[in-house]
């Protein structure tokens, strides 16, 4: 069994590590690094919280702290993440799970309507073969980016894997499987199953279990399944397209940098390898959570943009030129409120935006592009380029991204949401959408690291 997912699928279930037995769960599972990038208070409550117990956050490099660090305090960062990673593998911090998959059940509480309510993501933890993964433009590989990778964002990640004996996932992988033949019969089967973990999540994250996947028997539904959906006739019948466009099986959702960081790493490390530890080394791997993008409780949610040290009035002017000179009929207003936006976007992008006390929207017709995020995107790239003394933020969170537009020296843009259903097809057809377009729920529904994977020999 464990042959055919290697070989079949790209898939690697030969181990995970989990915290041993005794240690405070709920103290060792952090939030994914890319996350609360603008709320450094957020990540001094978490160093206060877990202070020198064992914990994921001695193993991380949140990204808080990648523009306020100079680089020899980000190198001394990294360092001692390193050490720490190196001193938890060899004195016993990590219990070994083989020939497993795990299957989760994440949690999340909230308020709608002045009511509560929960809903539970169900997803599958196992690594997958980087050697089917392609993030470059127009890839046509098994798994791929769903959004542009930046290369910039990806030496500090490739600094922290080249010297890491071990690696953690906030990888979220998505399957577009409308039958829901995967992963949630699992929830039926958990008789079948050892419960692995389950506990509250810091810092209002909800709760999370997990589960061994070893019998033989759901092993191979789970195999046969996600052949099913790899199949040639299902992605021509599925997408009608023709098989020049490829076999998508699984889309990058969460963690593209992160994962396209250890693509690199192996592209570096396997050329000093033979054939034959190329195929052993298990950094060719990498640990993910496989989600199928037809979840209920999954959510794809807007991420906005936050200028900083900008200047509203130059900045809305250059928008304008930006786009006229390409024959594209735009402009910008303000309103009173958030309210009185006009709502209407057929042929239209209308994009909201706050700086200081002032509320308003810039607009565009026929743009060239499908997303508002790309109208908007392809703008800031070219405005960034030329105004060195701005900077960006991409924020989850209505509340937070008009907090910070608020502030003097800020201004804030709100985008929409895209439909999920939609994205399999579109990274198909268009290829990678542009970067940040989406974000699978907010910022404390993000991944938790827990697992762990050792990548070295």
Known sequence: MKKLFKQELGIDIS???????????KKWAVVACDQYTSEPDYWKSVENYVGEL??????????????????NEKQE??????????????????????DSMIYVERTIYGQKAG????KTRRGLVFAVDLEQYDFSAGSRSLIRATEGTILDRLPPRIRIRENAC???????LLIDDPDRSVIEPLSHHKDKMDKLYSFD??????????????????LQKIYQSLADLKSTETIMKKYNVDESYGTLLFAVGDGNHSLAAAKSWWEKLKSKLTEEQQKMHPARYALVELVNVHDRALEFEPIHRVLFNADPGDLLSSFKEFYTSKGIKCGYDYANNINN???????KHIITFVHDDKTGYIWAYHPPYNLDTATLQHFLDYYLNNNSGVDIDYVHGTDVAEKLGRQNGNMSFFLSPMRKEDLFKTVILDGALPRKSFSMGEAREKRYYIEARKIIL
């Open 15 to 25: 181990s995970i590590l989990l915290p041993k037995n005794g240690t405070d769960m």
């Open 54 to 71: 064992p914990s994921t956050l001695h193993l991380i490099f949140p990204e808080v702290y990648l523009e306020r660090e100079n680089e």
């Open 77 to 98: 960062r990294i360092t001692l993440l390193n050490s720490t990673m190196r001193n938890y593998l060899d004195n016993g911090y990590f219990t070994e799970i083989t």
């Open 115 to 118: 009511s509560p309510i929960s």
């Open 201 to 218: 999540l810091m810092m209002d994250g909800g709760r999370v279990e997990g589960y061994r996947v070893n019998d033989r028997e759901l």
């Open 166 to 172: 071990i690696e953690l996932p906030h990888i979220m």
């Open 341 to 347: 936006i006009p709502v209407n976007k057929i042929s």
